[in-house]
């Protein structure tokens, strides 16, 4: 596990989430402390990935705000951001996202561009880097995720688990404050599985701050300092992996017991 401060990072304070009629995030409160690993596990449909999307504003929460870093981002009626800080709407929205890294279950590499070139162009778009400063941080990242022997190749020449290593590497780049990993193994064939978590445990270790949406309980109970269970929106139980060894709500207990019998 990483070692863990008191300040925090991340507060949702009440953040909700609808699409259309149907509520898929209710009313959550979280904390999340400088240097912590929080896992978050729970059934198909509980809200994970989208309790990780309210965060960045990929999916901007429908109520609530969320405090990152200090500054705080609220949603208006409308939908739009709101510039709360008095920054242009395109500005602050791009320095939210440049700070949270953010790795999904789809690789979303770029076909047309090189492995170097899919995590350099971050670095020229977000962090305003030459040409030659952008590739010389992609190379670094990229030896980093063991693919520097593959910075010339195309995402076509890459397997799944070098292509997620690469997304990994491009979010990485911009030397996030907090990163996201929302099932980043699941696409994976299981012998690809270990590979991505090793580098992940890599970056717990080195003192990331990480929230992980994953199946991988195993990973979850060892690496997190803290372990979310959630289900039908709803944050049902948390507490550390030592606690999760006895859980307090049935609901918690049914799908441990399903997937440790899975």
């Known amino acids: 596990m990483s070692a863990t401060t008191t300040s925090s990072l991340l507060e949702l304070r009440q953040v909700t989430k609808q699409f259309g009629a149907t509520t898929v995030l209710q009313p959550t409160d979280l904390q999340v402390r400088r240097g912590e690993v929080v896992c978050v596990i729970g059934p198909s449909g509980s809200g994970k990935s989208t309790l990780l999307r309210c965060v960045n504003f990929i999916a901007p929460p429908s109520t609530g705000s969320i405090v990152f870093d200090g500054a705080e981002y609220t949603p208006p009626t409308d939908h739009r951001w709101v510039p709360a800080l008095g920054l242009p709407e395109e500005r602050r929205l791009t320095r939210l996202r440049s700070e949270i890294g953010m790795v999904f279950q789809q690789f979303n590499v770029f076909p047309h ?10 670095c020229r778009k977000t962090c305003g880097l030459g040409r030659k400063e952008a590739a010389e941080r992609a190379l670094a990242e990229l030896t980093k995720v063991g693919m520097a022997e593959k910075v010339d190749a195309y995402p076509e020449q890459l397997s799944g688990g070098q292509k997620q290593r690469v997304a990994i590497a491009r979010a990485l780049a911009l030397d996030p404050k907090l990163m996201l990993f929302d099932e980043a193994t699941s696409a994976l064939d ?3 599985v270990n590979g991505i978590l090793a580098i992940m445990r890599e970056l717990a270790e080195a003192g990331m701050t990480m929230m992980v949406v994953t199946h991988e309980m195993r990973f979850a109970m060892e ?7 959630m289900d039908r929106g709803c944050i049902v139980e948390e507490g550390t992996p030592e606690q999760f060894k006895d859980p307090q709500h049935e609901r918690t207990r049914t799908f441990l017991r399903s997937i440790n019998h899975g």
């Not at 561009?113 to 971050?122: Q, S, Y």
């Open 113 to 122: 561009l090189t492995v170097r070139e899919n995590v350099a162009i971050g």
């Open 190 to 192: 299981p012998e690809l």
């Open 223 to 229: 690496v997190a300092d803290r372990v979310i269970f």
